[in-house]
């Protein structure tokens, strides 16, 4: 199982920001790939997550302004977000699972995860 995240870096406020996690090593049948975030003096968060039925989970934070579109091949979740705010800067985390329902941004569910990738907003 491996993920490979790509994208972030730094984008102004009221921005947008694509953010890419490759998922290699999972059964096409079932899977759920989340994002997770890291925000300097808070507890960690989970913002989206996608399954392979193409239903998707947003965190209140990012509601209304993330998109997690259905990759072709299932693999791959990118998510998009717009209108970036100030309190948005910090790691975002790749995760993912096994399961038939995704319906959940616990992390404690998900076996793997990425990297991380630095996000920077500024004004």
């Known amino acids: 199982v491996k993920l490979v995240e790509s994208g972030g870096g730094s984008v102004q406020v009221g921005g947008s920001l694509r953010l890419s996690c490759a998922a290699s090593?999972?059964?096409?049948?079932?899977?759920?790939i989340a994002w997770f975030r890291q925000i300097p003096g808070k507890e960690g968060e989970g913002i989206a997550v996608?399954?392979?039925?193409?239903?998707?989970l947003y965190a209140d934070s990012v509601k209304g302004r993330s998109t997690i579109p259905q990759d072709s091949d299932q693999s791959t979740a990118t998510l998009q977000m717009n209108s970036l705010r100030p309190e948005d800067p910090g790691i975002y985390y790749c995760?993912?699972?096994?399961?038939?329902?995704?319906?959940?941004?616990?992390?404690?569910?998900?076996?793997?995860w990425g990297q991380g990738t630095q996000v920077t907003v500024s004004s």
């Open positions: 090593g999972y059964p096409a049948y079932s899977k759920c």
């Open positions: 996608i399954g392979i039925d193409g239903r998707t």
């Open positions: 995760a993912a699972r096994l399961a038939v329902s995704c319906a959940t941004l616990d992390s404690i569910v998900f076996k793997n």
